[in-house]
């Protein structure tokens, strides 16, 4: 899809994705592609990611995914769409005991706009 600033480009002007582990919240196209660009090769739904399984329809679904370049190498993560297919929510979880501390403050900070 071409970097964050283009994965960003599937989700609604007003998406909302979601990290119940790191229990952070973002909003908004923008702010989206900003926190992909600050966190995707650091989360383990992100850089390094594969689709394991994928079930859903027209209105959304989830997918389980793996990375087993992380120490949290599965998770799953559900996602929402609008009539047009772009997402209005994305709602990721996967096993916050797999990682230290430090892992989880710089993760979460992440989310946190400059």
Do not use: K
Not at 11 to 39: C, H, K, N, V, W
Request: aromatic fraction near 8%; hydrophobic fraction near 40%.
């Amino acid at each position: 899809v071409g970097g964050a600033g283009g994965v960003a480009n599937v989700f609604a002007e007003d998406a909302t994705p979601e990290d119940m582990t790191l229990r952070t919240r973002i909003r908004g196209q923008l702010a989206i592609s900003r926190y992909l660009a600050r966190a995707a090769a650091s989360l383990p739904y992100g850089a390094g990611s594969t689709v394991r399984r994928l079930h859903g329809g027209d209105l959304g679904g989830g997918y389980a995914w793996a990375n087993a370049g992380h120490p949290a190498a599965r998770g799953i993560t559900a996602l929402e769409l609008d009539e047009t297919g772009l997402i209005t929510s994305m709602t990721a979880l996967w096993d916050g005991s797999l990682v230290d501390d430090q892992y989880y403050s710089v993760a979460v900070s992440f989310a946190r706009e400059p």
